[in-house]
């Protein structure tokens, strides 16, 4: 028995297996980006390494509200997106360094 997180829903999930099988785990990739700007139609504009993505929407929650009011104040905010089974999941969002 093993107690897991649901990454897209944020649910603990119980599991069993067999003692000699195998489980199949999602590919995670976590990657940090700075959002330059919010299209009117909701998509960022994130920034890494000099490569520009516009493929994000801003998410209706507290980290989407974060960057909005970041945005608004002219701070550039550094998001952890997590892409896991097709979805990007911004984890945290702060102040970029730079």
């Known amino acids: 028995m093993f107690d897991t997180k649901d990454l897209l829903s944020g649910k603990n999930v119980q599991t069993s297996a067999a003692s000699k099988g ?6 995670i990739v976590r990657e940090n980006y700075t959002v330059i700007g919010v299209s009117n139609d909701g998509f960022m504009t994130l920034e890494r390494n000099g490569n520009i993505r516009q493929d994000v929407r801003l998410p209706a929650n507290e980290n989407g509200d974060l960057v909005h009011k970041m945005i608004k104040d002219a701070k550039y905010p550094e998001i952890v997106l997590m892409t896991v089974l097709g979805y990007d999941i911004i984890v945290s969002v702060r102040e970029s360094s730079e």
Do not use: G, Q, R
Not at 22 to 27: D, K, L
């Open 22 to 27: 195998t489980i199949e785990v999602p590919e």
